[in-house]
């Protein structure tokens, strides 16, 4: 597969025309009205969707109760995401978000209500002329391919406005989806973004035109072995958007049909218990999530790159230096790693696909765009070719092989800018992951999940009968395996974690792993940590 593989035709392009054609007899509204909303939270000023808030019931709270709150403040409900049993619901006129959801909070039938916030897709079009898939070879794409034949077992979701579905250069490489904008099964894209976003993950590779994507398979006649499935799941509209209610029945309904990977290449600031509740849905079905860290240039990574269960990807540019509009974070679980976002080569709708001025699209069915958008993909794409090395791998080991090998760039070790450093793909199919010391091989027994109980201010983890002993010691690991915490405890049936590091800070959101030894033997599991 070596050598043909470089015989990839280069398409030149133009940059993406910016087409400014909008009907003028027929109007259409494909933009999602919407609305300011002010997180006390986080201090800021979000867009949130307009009438309409998403709401978590407690568990035991009746279907007669649940309409009696509604009909007593005007609200009906207009879905949801049954799964996670949260409601959408439609507010009466005249409501402001921000009235409804302070109204629902303080309701002792609701666990959480909040805005539907708005997220946003993370490309910006280019016309800078760049006519060379440079990021396949600055992450050694080739060179990984000779080690590896894709799996066309692999499904990677794309979330995002949708796919082209006729484009040559995709169609042998697409599984079903949905769309969940306007419901029905024909996800077909009506912004560009997403099939941008598609074609660097699995454009058709060796098949004598376009591009070729990371985990595109080989189509050289003869002796063709296909790419990895994309799934399209359109939840942004034309305009790029889209609501975290649609984002969130798209990100369960990839888990439920079998995606290993789901790639999110847009995002937005709110903190949002939905998108958090539905992501670690995916997480627990062992799905890999891959997002964008935004495109601000500012410190801070938006949701839901921010959670703990997703790898943020950030951009870099063919210097390996940070892209300027990429934003960055001051912890470890800020931006994981960076990969190739500006000037990318990738598949378009080669017709004007929607309404939108900024859709993207070229005559020739490829062009050039910037964004942490552009590089997410590059990661989804080669964490589908671990896969196809070794498909049992879990989120932590994923996460752990893409950092340990990344290449360092920006200042020594890791940064705030970049994270652990510029994706390789060569690397990171040449690692094999090494079992932590303390990992035991024969644990006394699980941990059942009642053993656990969480409150806001400790996580209270309880010893099963065989592991009692006095003073157990328990270690908290974060998800790159390094230890955070080490507690002794007074207790032989019960150790205890307040959420802090060894320097007594309190660690971020998200997955951690705990060992807990005692005279008895050792014994380990997984805690969320979430904390408003
Ligand atoms: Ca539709
Ligand atoms: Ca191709
Ligand atoms: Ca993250
Ligand atoms: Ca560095």
């Given amino acids: ?57 407690k568990s035991g709270v009746s279907q007669s109760k649940k ?39 303080n309701l002792t039938e609701v666990e959480f209500a909040e805005p539907n916030y708005i997220r946003k897709a993370f490309a910006t079009p280019n016309d800078t002329s760049y006519n060379q898939q440079w990021g396949l070879s600055k ?55 997403g099939t941008h976003v598609a074609g660097i993950i699995a454009a058709a590779t060796n098949n004598g035109q376009g591009i070729a994507g990371v985990a595109g398979g080989n189509y050289l006649s003869g002796q063709t072995t296909p790419g990895v499935r994309i799934m399209p799941v359109k939840a942004l509209g ?64 938006a949701y839901p790159a921010a959670f703990n269960n997703i790898i943020a990807v950030g951009a870099s540019d063919q210097s390996d230096k940070k892209a300027s509009f990429s934003n960055y974070g001051n912890n470890l679980t800020s931006v994981t790693l960076v990969a190739p976002g500006v000037g990318i080569l990738s598949t378009l709708p080669n017709a004007n696909p929607g309404p939108d001025p900024d859709a993207m699209w070229d005559s020739t069915g490829y062009g050039n765009s910037n964004g942490t958008s552009m590089a997410t993909p590059f990661v989804s794409g080669v964490v589908a070719l671990l896969l196809s090395q070794n498909s049992n791998l879990s989120f932590e080991e994923v996460f752990k092989t893409l950092t340990k090998t ?41 941990f059942y999940p009642n053993s656990l109980v969480q409150t806001k201010k400790t996580t209270k983890i309880y010893l099963p009968q065989t592991l009692r002993g006095p003073s157990p010691t328990l270690r908290v690991y974060n998800i790159a395996g390094e230890l955070v915490r080490t507690v002794q405890s007074n207790s032989s049936s019960r150790v205890e974690w307040d959420g802090k590091n060894d320097q007594g800070d309190t660690v971020a959101n998200g997955i951690y792993l705990y060992v807990v030894q005692t005279d008895k033997g050792i014994g380990q599991g997984k805690v969320t940590l979430i904390k408003e």
């Avoid at 109007?27 to 009438?51: D, L």
């Avoid at 406005?161 to 009506?190: A, M």
């Avoid at 600031?269 to 240039?297: E, H, P, Q, R």
Wanted: aromatic residues 8%; contains cysteine; proline residues 4%.
């Fill in 67 to 105: 309409m009696s709150i509604l009909t007593n403040s005007n609200a009906q409900i207009r879905g949801g995401l049954n799964k996670l049993n949260i409601e959408l619901i439609k507010l009466p006129a005249g409501m402001s978000v921000q009235e409804a959801v302070e109204y629902y909070r």
């Fill in 238 to 301: 034309a305009d790029g958007m889209g609501k975290d209610s649609d984002i969130s029945a798209g990100i369960i309904y990839a888990a439920d049909n079998g995606a290993k990977i789901i790639n999110m290449s847009f995002g937005g600031d709110g903190y949002s218990n939905v998108l958090s509740t539905s992501c670690s849905y995916a997480y627990d079905k062992g799905c890999i999530m891959v997002a964008a860290s935004g495109n601000d240039g500012k410190e801070g990574v």
């Fill in 406 to 446: 990344a290449d360092d760039i920006e200042s020594p070790g890791w940064d705030k800018y970049t994270g652990y450093g510029r994706l390789n793909a060569l690397a990171s199919l040449g690692f094999s992951i090494k079992v932590p010391e303390e990992k035991p091989s024969n644990a006394p027994n699980p």
């Fill in 139 to 193: 992450i050694y794409a080739e060179d990984a391919w000779s080690k590896v034949t894709v799996s066309s077992a692999i499904i990677v979701a794309v979330i995002d406005s949708g796919v082209w579905l006729s484009h040559p250069d995709l169609l042998l490489n697409l599984t079903t989806g949905y769309d969940f904008v306007t419901p029905d099964d024909n996800p077909n894209d009506d912004n560009g973004h």
């Fill in 1 to 57: 597969m070596e050598k043909k593989m470089r015989k990839i035709i280069f398409i030149l392009t133009t940059s993406v025309p910016v087409i400014l054609l909008l009907t003028t007899s027929v109007p259409v509204i494909f933009s999602i009205e919407k609305e300011s909303f002010y997180s006390a939270q986080s201090n800021r000023e979000t867009q949130v969707v307009r009438g309409e808030i998403l709401v978590k019931f």
